[in-house]
């Protein structure tokens, strides 16, 4: 459902989506290039609002991308963390054993 929104930018946020919507700049090269990937017409892009959709659609992408990344980190380090104890588990397991096979 479509949602108009007042947004009120401060001077570098203009600066931003100047530079995004100037044709000639790298920065709407990748955000053209960016919108194509996904099936997005860019050439709608032409007024400050799509500007701003498609600024706002690939900042959302790229922080739950970043959101993602830290999560499989997270998830990296619980596994590597359970992975040690249950070595550790194994070895004390192992030594008891040892200790017992010396102690008979």
């Known amino acids: 459902m479509p949602k108009r929104l007042s947004v009120t930018l401060d001077a ?3 600066r931003t989506v100047e530079t ?3 044709s000639s700049t790298r ?3 990748a955000l053209v290039d960016w919108a194509r990937a996904r099936g997005v017409d860019a050439a709608d892009a032409t007024s400050e609002a799509a500007m701003l959709r498609l600024l706002l659609r690939a900042g959302a992408e790229s922080l739950r991308g970043n959101a993602l990344d830290v999560a499989y980190v ?3 380090v619980i596994l590597d963390d359970e992975d040690a104890g249950d070595s550790r588990a194994a070895r004390d397991r ?3 054993r040892t200790e017992s096979k010396r102690s008979r």
């Open 12 to 14: 570098d946020d203009v």
């Open 20 to 22: 995004f919507a100037d």
């Open 94 to 96: 192992y030594v008891q």
């Open 27 to 29: 920065e709407h090269a």
């Open 74 to 76: 997270n998830l990296a």
